[in-house]
């Protein structure tokens, strides 16, 4: 089991700037891809973008493409989510997950099992 724990959440106005931060302790001999997701009030958790474990291969949902970035560390136990022109729809909590693969691709997003405890995203308009 990966143990995440993520940082960087807060209020920030609409058309703000945020920078997501999740840490991993990962075993040295496995590969895992990494992702965010976020749940708001009511609504079930959804999917928001991930890479996988070299970084070659990222996915984003629609609602956040050309204004989210997802990377990695060098050290690959670490992924950031870059947050751009954020509206206040993007409120919610929002979680680090890990997906143990064996390759350098994105998995599907059933994959991921382990989750960090969240952290809360706040725009106001």
């Known amino acids: 089991q990966v143990q995440l724990v993520e940082s960087g959440g807060g209020l920030v106005q609409a058309g703000g700037s945020l920078r997501l931060s999740c840490a991993a302790s990962?075993?040295?001999?496995?590969?895992?891809?990494m992702a965010w997701f976020r749940q708001a009030p009511g609504l079930e958790r959804e999917f928001v973008a991930g890479?996988?474990?070299?970084?070659?291969?990222?996915n984003y949902a629609d609602f956040v493409k050309g204004r989210f970035t997802v990377s990695r560390g060098n050290a690959r136990n670490t992924v950031y989510l870059q947050m751009n022109n954020l509206k206040p729809e993007d409120t919610a909590v929002y979680y680090c997950?890990?997906?143990?693969?064996?390759?350098?691709?994105?998995?599907?997003?059933?994959?991921?099992?382990?989750w960090g405890q969240g952290t809360q995203v706040t725009v106001s308009s």
């Open positions: 997950a890990a997906a143990q693969i064996s390759g350098d691709y994105f998995p599907s997003t059933r994959a991921f099992s382990s």
């Open positions: 890479t996988s474990w070299h970084g070659g291969s990222t």
């Open positions: 990962i075993r040295t001999f496995s590969s895992y891809a």
